[in-house]
Every structure is written in structure tokens, then in C-alpha cells.
Nanobody, 114 residues
Framework: VQLVESGGDLVQPGGSLRLSCAAS????????MSWYRQAPGKERELVAT????????NYADSVKGRFTISRDDVRNTVYLQMNSLKLEDTAVYFC????????WGQGTQVTVSS
């Protein structure tokens, strides 16, 4: 199983980014997919989850209304659209696949700075 994140970058406050996570080696449409993030000196936190069917999503309160998680089961890819970025969104963002067991990507750096 391999999860490969991309899309992290340096962006100004108020800007937008779209993260992607391409999955391989698993039956993608059986897995709930999540994005986590970890800022320096802080614990990893759950940002957003989308169920295996794509019908349900959940978000951390800190990102509700600004971030959108989505999935493309043809491309075996999950996305995180991040709008109105804030300084406190700076972190390494990790993709996670959950079903029988959990798999993690290597992370992509998002830096929000003026």
C-alpha cells in the first residue's frame, strides 16, 4: 500500500491550496479516507474524513467552512481543498486510509506565512 501526498506549498494568509493523495495497492473504494495534520511541537490532529461511499464527511471545528474533502474513486485519489488559509493552518498534512488497518502517507508541508 502506498499513499502519496502532494500539493503542499508556501501560501499567504487568505490564500488557497488543494492537497492530493494518490493511493495504490489497496481497494480504494473500501477505505474511509482522512487528512490529519501535525504542527511543530503539537500532536497530530484529525482535519477531515470522508467515508468509503463518499456520502458523509466530517471536519475539525477549526477548518469547518474553509476546507473541503473529496474523493475520486476512479483515480484512487482523495483531495483536500483549503480556502481562507490562516497562519495556524501551517503543518505537515498526512493522508490516511482506514478500513481493516490504517495506512499513512509521508506528508506534505503547508506553510501559511506573509
Amino acid at each position: 500500500v502506498q499513499l502519496v501526498e502532494s500539493g503542499g506549498d508556501l501560501v499567504q494568509p487568505g490564500g488557497s491550496l488543494r492537497l492530493s493523495c494518490a493511493a495504490s495497492g489497496l481497494t480504494f473504494n473500501r477505505y474511509a479516507m482522512s487528512w490529519y495534520r501535525q504542527a511543530p511541537g503539537k500532536e497530530r490532529e484529525l482535519v477531515a474524513t470522508i467515508t468509503s461511499t463518499g456520502r458523509n464527511t466530517n471536519y475539525a471545528d477549526s477548518v469547518k467552512g474553509r476546507f473541503t474533502i473529496s474523493r475520486d474513486d476512479v483515480r484512487n485519489t482523495v483531495y483536500l481543498q483549503m480556502n481562507s488559509l490562516k497562519l495556524e493552518d501551517t503543518a505537515v498534512y498526512f493522508c490516511c486510509a482506514s478500513w481493516v488497518g490504517k495506512y499513512w502517507g509521508q506528508g506534505t508541508q503547508v506553510t501559511v506565512s506573509s
